[in-house]
């Protein structure tokens, strides 16, 4: 069974502070990775995707990925309210020709 | 900005009735899905279409669910019998090769319920 794992949360960070959300999955095939912040109600916003080992930065996103331990992560700086969401880890596993999400981080910026 | 739109926003049926939830994908792509979230739980990968065919499809996607590309524009998903447990939000997705190199455009989802 092809997973992705996330700790449910909620992660409560305070406002300015960097909030970071990690993701594992099982399919050592994976070849790419996607963040989506998705809030209550609304569909999967894409934030950002990785292929390669390291790290990704846009704006005050950082996406790191480590295939070595099949792990990928989310930072974001500076944290803002409006940030407040869950953020959805999706897998694109084994060159399949679709994403398995994770269950997703439930993120609260407290103000 | 181009979008992936879907209507209805929501659809109430009756359990045993048919439904068919409509999708404009993104005008040039040309791989479409659908996903679905039950309330509460994480976004399910339903099928993958791409030159009039499916390509992929998972364990929910049974012989009472179908897709189709009726015409240039349109992706639509049927659900021949509903059951009350087919209550779920459902999301449309395209892209433009795939997704294995490259990200997915959700809809705004339709909300489907069962009664």
């Known amino acids: 069974q092809k997973e992705v794992e996330q700790n449910s949360g909620p992660l409560s960070v305070p406002e300015g502070a960097i909030a970071s959300l990690n993701c594992t999955y099982s399919d050592r095939g994976s070849q790419s990775f996607f963040w989506y912040r998705q809030y209550s109600g609304k569909s999967p916003e894409l934030i950002m995707f990785i292929y390669s080992n390291g790290d990704k930065e846009d704006g005050r996103f950082t996406a790191q990925l480590n295939k070595a331990s099949q792990y990928v992560s989310l930072l974001i700086r500076d944290s803002q309210p409006s940030d407040s969401a869950t953020y959805l880890c999706a897998v694109n596993m084994n060159r399949d020709d679709k994403i398995i999400f994770g269950k997703g981080t439930r993120l609260h910026i407290l103000p | 900005e181009p979008e992936v739109t879907q209507t209805p926003s929501h659809q109430v049926t009756q359990m045993g009735q048919e439904v068919i939830l409509r999708c404009v994908p993104i005008?040039?792509?040309?791989?479409f899905y659908w996903y679905r979230q039950i309330l509460g739980q994480k976004v399910e990968f339903l099928v993958s279409?791409?030159?009039?065919?499916?390509?992929?499809k998972s364990e929910i996607f049974d012989d009472q669910f179908s897709v189709e590309r009726p015409d240039g524009s349109n992706f639509t998903l049927k659900i021949r019998s509903t059951k009350l447990e087919d209550s779920a939000m459902y999301f449309c997705?395209?892209?433009?090769?795939?997704?294995?190199?490259?990200?997915?455009?959700f809809g705004q989802g339709t909300r489907l319920t069962v009664v």
């Open positions: 279409f791409y030159n009039n065919e499916i390509s992929e």
């Open positions: 005008s040039n792509h040309l791989y």
């Open positions: 997705a395209s892209s433009d090769i795939g997704m294995m190199g490259t990200e997915a455009f």
